[in-house]
């Protein structure tokens, strides 16, 4: 009988196949059915050393036969994260994305720049869940700076990176000292990745599942952004006390006195929000039913968001922006989303402060999308309390 041929296997695919058990190409950068199924795809001799080199499968003598790499250890708890990121020439490529431009446009002014750029990047070298979020919201970045085909391709690589990186704050549970400025990290750019991503993804529309206009889409923002305030209450006195200190204490809302603060209004606001305010109080008086005591502390505390940020600056408007959402009772959601008129004309007034960030590539023109949506609505005995030219400036 003829001698059996040996069989010959090639050990040099990429990772993803070798977990999928499938044959691999072994065309490098990316193999044909990574780039197929639009898939992260890295080669075992690309990786350097790294703590977040995900696991391999198969049986004991085939890991044995692959080269060995050295591995160096965290030294700090990760946060949980199901699936570490695998670094190949996209993911580098999304880090100098971070490192070059993306840093800058999370940051409120200059003094907090370099810890978006150096600490926090390093602190996600330990950090699989964090890396996750770096790369998402580099590549959502480069999404909105690149047209079409490559604009798709760099959505999917963001959602793909932002799905791993969510499940690093799934667990409060596990949330500690050693990991808290991760987390409160991750929590940041998360909710700037919310605000961006429907901008850039063509949701608006009202596909099947996807809000129908700018206001729904907001309003999904408000209360997915909030999920990420017990995080950053969580974790707010360890990061106080941490190298990111000046993340959560720089630029606190509402603690100057109100004479001092009144003075940075512009008369025009100052006089729109007191009208509210007299108007809320009057609907109450003439209507049992209009929850004046909902309303009130929304306008007081929008008036505080305002008195709190300079008017020729954007320092402290990120800030002042999302203190405002995250106060929010579930009430005046519950009355957004029922589209009650006097809850739209508050909405409507915050656009205008939302429109100040008009300059970020992550809230673009949000407030015009969502100002013009709510205008369309109101009545014009309603409508005429709302400053519109705030929203629709240099437009």
């Given at each position: 009988?003829?001698s059996?041929?040996?069989?010959?296997?090639?050990?040099?695919?990429?990772?993803?196949?070798?977990?999928?058990?499938?044959?691999?190409?072994?065309?490098?950068?990316?193999?044909?059915?990574?780039?197929?199924?639009?898939?992260?795809?890295s080669?075992?001799?690309?990786?350097?050393?790294?703590?977040?080199?995900?696991?391999?499968?198969?049986?004991?003598?085939?890991?044995?036969?692959?080269?060995?790499?050295?591995?160096?250890?965290?030294?700090?708890?990760?946060?949980?994260?199901?699936?570490?990121p695998?670094?190949?020439?996209?993911?580098?490529?999304?880090?100098?994305?971070?490192?070059?431009?993306?840093?800058?446009?999370?940051?409120?002014?200059h003094?907090?720049?370099?810890?978006?750029?150096?600490v926090?990047?390093?602190?996600?070298?330990?950090?699989?869940?964090?890396?996750?979020?770096?790369?998402?919201?580099?590549?959502l970045?480069?999404?909105?700076?690149?047209?079409?085909?490559?604009?798709?391709?760099?959505?999917?690589?963001?959602?793909?990176?932002?799905?791993?990186?969510?499940?690093?704050?799934?667990?409060i549970?596990?949330?500690?000292?050693?990991?808290?400025?991760a987390?409160?990290a991750?929590?940041?750019?998360i909710i700037?990745?919310?605000?961006?991503?429907?901008?850039?993804?063509?949701?608006?529309?009202?596909?099947?599942?996807?809000?129908?206009?700018?206001?729904?889409?907001?309003?999904?923002?408000?209360?997915?952004?909030?999920?990420?305030?017990?995080?950053?209450?969580?974790?707010?006195?360890?990061?106080?006390?941490?190298?990111?200190?000046i993340?959560?204490?720089?630029?606190?809302?509402?603690?100057?006195?109100?004479?001092t603060r009144?003075?940075?209004?512009?008369?025009?606001?100052?006089?729109a929000?007191?009208?509210?305010?007299?108007?809320?109080?009057r609907?109450?008086?003439?209507n049992?039913?209009?929850?004046?005591?909902?309303?009130?502390?929304?306008i007081?505390q929008?008036?505080?968001?305002?008195?709190?940020?300079?008017s020729e600056?954007?320092?402290?408007?990120?800030?002042?922006?999302?203190?405002?959402?995250?106060?929010?009772?579930?009430?005046?959601?519950?009355l957004?989303?029922?589209?009650?008129?006097?809850?739209m004309?508050?909405?409507?007034?915050?656009?205008?402060?939302?429109?100040?960030?008009?300059?970020?590539?992550?809230?673009?023109?949000?407030?015009?999308?969502?100002?013009?949506?709510?205008?369309?609505?109101?009545?014009?005995?309603?409508?005429?309390?709302?400053?519109w030219?705030?929203c629709?400036?240099?437009?």
């Amino acid at each position: 009988m003829p001698s059996r041929r040996a069989h010959s296997k090639s050990r040099h695919g990429c990772l993803q196949c070798k977990q999928r058990r499938v044959k691999c190409d072994e065309h490098q950068p990316i193999c044909l059915r990574c780039k197929t199924k639009r898939l992260p795809c890295s080669y075992r001799a690309m990786l350097t050393a790294s703590s977040s080199t995900p696991p391999e499968t198969g049986t004991a003598s085939t890991a044995t036969t692959l080269p060995e790499t050295t591995t160096t250890i965290p030294t700090q708890p990760p946060l949980p994260c199901e699936a570490e990121p695998s670094l190949n020439p996209q993911d580098l490529e999304l880090m100098v994305q971070w490192c070059t431009h993306t840093y800058a446009t999370l940051s409120r002014n200059h003094a907090v720049e370099w810890i978006w750029k150096s600490v926090i990047p390093r602190r996600a070298v330990h950090d699989p869940a964090l890396m996750h979020g770096i790369l998402a919201l580099s590549a959502l970045h480069l999404a909105f700076l690149h047209t079409h085909p490559r604009r798709k391709d760099y959505l999917d690589i963001a959602q793909w990176h932002h799905h791993k990186s969510i499940s690093g704050v799934r667990n409060i549970e596990a949330l500690s000292e050693a990991n808290a400025s991760a987390a409160y990290a991750l929590s940041n750019i998360i909710i700037i990745f919310t605000f961006a991503l429907p901008l850039l993804s063509g949701n608006s529309g009202g596909g099947e599942g996807q809000p129908s206009t700018p206001y729904d889409e907001l309003l999904q923002i408000f209360h997915m952004s909030r999920a990420s305030l017990k995080i950053l209450v969580a974790v707010s006195e360890w990061v106080q006390a941490s190298d990111l200190a000046i993340l959560a204490t720089a630029a606190p809302v509402g603690q100057s006195s109100t004479d001092t603060r009144a003075s940075t209004l512009p008369a025009f606001l100052d006089a729109a929000l007191r009208e509210l305010a007299l108007l809320n109080g009057r609907l109450g008086e003439d209507n049992s039913h209009h929850p004046s005591e909902v309303y009130g502390p929304v306008i007081r505390q929008l008036r505080v968001a305002f008195e709190s940020t300079p008017s020729e600056t954007k320092d402290g408007i990120i800030t002042a922006l999302f203190w405002w959402i995250f106060g929010l009772s579930s009430e005046f959601l519950d009355l957004l989303g029922e589209r009650e008129p006097f809850a739209m004309v508050i909405l409507a007034m915050f656009c205008t402060l939302m429109h100040r960030l008009r300059g970020q590539w992550w809230m673009d023109n949000w407030a015009e999308k969502v100002a013009r949506d709510i205008r369309g609505s109101l009545g014009p005995s309603l409508a005429s309390f709302v400053p519109w030219g705030l929203c629709f400036e240099d437009r």
